[in-house]
């Protein structure tokens, strides 16, 4: 009896095992499949604290990022719609054909860690620029070659695009070397000199070294050289004058090739007396209680010692009694402020030397302006 219940408990437990090993395949995958899917179990265990554990997947499947081959992709893709372009300049504009200029372009915020790329475009063949700049990580300006080619003068118009927001720069390509100005030292001299801050400017940098021709009226009153040399490179050169008689007026011209410029001032034997000759304001509309400056020029240098100027401005326009234009100067720049609650309209402020006939300036309160 008892050998018989030892065989039948036998017999049961041998089927109850063969039945376990046959039931496995199907509870689990089987293959790389089955190892992989216990791998991804066990990266998926939670933390102490019920986190899963970083980088855990919790899909059997990858990803891949769209990025192409050799390039990595960015965790965090630039959105475009976060950055505004703010503006584009060229230096030095006009630009010399054949000759290179640099283009800069500057965005609302700093480049995120990966950077920011600005589109560029030119509507000419004459200047052309890169498809594109990118503005280096925590940076705002980004800058780029502007490239020009042969021939006459031509117009250019250059873009800088992020998305639908973009700025455009005008460009100018000329095919010759001009004078574009000649500023005097001082628009009154007194004898005798030499004064030797007067200027000659070109129209663009200097592709050699280049004589600029002068001439004066009158050469016995203001002297001036036969010409002067602006360097490679550079966009303009001083020279100096001299100072030896009076006179009412006198024009020193500056000549390059076809080109002329001219600059006129006075010669006196002594310091002349000033007079207000202008004033201005800027900006010339506030809204009331709000602040402003104003600039009165004199029409000669002051002289040593200072110009006194008396101001005045109209009921609510609180303009100093008077400013001092420093010795040696044309001009004189200062604040002042206006009452609150001022009615909309146009109000004068006046400045004037001695018993001179002033000179006038207005100023608009404007309440629909924005605060």
């Known amino acids: 009896m008892n050998l018989v219940i030892r065989r039948i408990t036998i017999a049961v437990l041998a089927a109850l095992i063969a039945g376990a090993v046959v039931a496995v ?3 689990a995958k ?30 059997g499947g990858s990803t891949s990022g769209s990025g192409l081959p050799g390039q990595a992709t960015p965790d965090k893709p630039t959105n475009p719609a976060k950055f505004h372009v703010s503006s584009i300049d060229v230096a030095p504009n006009p630009i010399l054909a054949t000759h290179s200029a640099t283009g800069q372009v500057t965005i609302d915020t700093a480049a995120p860690s990966s950077g920011q790329q600005v589109n560029l475009q030119s509507d000419s063949a004459r200047a052309t620029v890169p498809s594109y700049v990118v503005i280096a990580p925590g940076q705002k300006n980004g800058s780029f070659p ?16 992020i998305g ?16 574009s100005s000649v500023k005097l030292e001082r628009q009154c001299f007194t004898p005798f000199g030499p004064f030797a801050s007067n200027r000659v400017s070109l129209n663009v940098p200097a592709p050699a070294d280049t004589q600029v021709g002068l001439t004066s009226t009158d050469s016995s009153a203001l002297q001036v050289p036969a010409g002067v040399t602006v360097p490679n490179g550079s966009i303009s050169a001083f020279f100096g004058v001299n100072a030896l008689a009076a006179s009412a ?21 002594t310091d002349p007396a000033t007079h207000a000759a202008d004033l201005s304001v800027n900006p010339d509309t506030v809204v009331s209680g709000e602040g402003s400056t104003a600039t009165v020029t004199l029409d000669c240098e002051a002289p040593p010692g200072g110009t006194t100027v008396t101001m005045a401005g109209d009921a609510g326009i609180n303009v100093p009694a008077s400013v001092l234009v420093p010795a040696g100067q044309l001009s004189f720049t200062f604040p002042f402020n206006t009452d609150a609650n001022l009615a909309d309209g146009q109000y004068d402020i006046s400045a004037v030397v001695g018993a001179d006939t002033p000179v006038h300036a207005t100023l608009t309160i404007d309440s629909t302006l924005p605060t």
């Open 146 to 161: 502007v490239n020009t080619t042969a021939g006459g003068p031509a117009t250019a118009y250059l873009t800088g695009s």
């Open 249 to 269: 007026s006198v024009t020193v011209t500056a000549t390059l090739g076809a080109t002329q410029a001219t600059d006129t001032a006075s010669v006196s034997a």
């Open 164 to 179: 639908a927001s973009n700025q455009t720069v005008q460009v100018n390509v000329v095919d010759t070397v001009d004078v």
């Open 25 to 27: 395949p199907t509870l």
């Open 30 to 59: 089987s293959g790389p499949q089955a190892v992989a899917s216990k791998k991804a179990k066990k990266k998926c265990k939670k933390g102490k604290k019920g986190k899963k554990k970083k980088g855990c997947k919790t899909g």
